[in-house]
């Protein structure tokens, strides 16, 4: 192989042979580091979100059980969702608009994260990976986590749907 090579270099035609390959593995790998790149962040992007919107899920679902009684919890499905707007649009310096949460100035996403559900969940009712075995929340939402605005086309989105279950957390005070 090495003894092929040096022939090759030592010929014109080798010369040109050689140069292109090298300049092909630079672009390819330059392409690669790229691209790379742009998923570590999408992904890093995608966890962040993740996490707050588990975290806003979780205060929601402790506001509307603020009595400590889970049997008062459906009533309170409305505080629950209101708490969770105002805390998810917080954390991800957003504004909700009905259905979707706005980005503002300096917001990591590229284009608006899209509120698909909130709903009440009763035990013995389908969640990700199971059943419910006590009441709570469930909300599902569309992140995009990569955007790029093509032309004739407009802008186009990398979304990742996510859905996320908060049980109701009750606590018995004694006296």
Known sequence: MIRHMRH???????????????TTLIVMLSMM???????????????????????????STNTANITGMAENTPVNTDIAMKNFISAFARMTNTTFTGTQFMPGPGSPYPGPITLNSFTRVNPGDPIPYGTARQPGFMASITVPVW????????????????????????TQLMR
């Open 147 to 170: 955007g790029k605005s093509l032309p004739f086309i407009g802008p186009q989105y990398v979304t990742v749907p996510m859905k996320y279950f908060a049980p109701v957390k009750s």
């Open 33 to 59: 580091t790229i691209v790379a790149g742009v998923a570590l962040g999408a992904h890093k992007l995608a966890t962040a979100t993740y996490m707050w919107f588990g975290e806003a899920l979780n205060f």
């Open 8 to 22: 090759l270099a030592k010929e014109e035609d080798g010369f040109i042979t050689i140069f292109l390959l090298v």
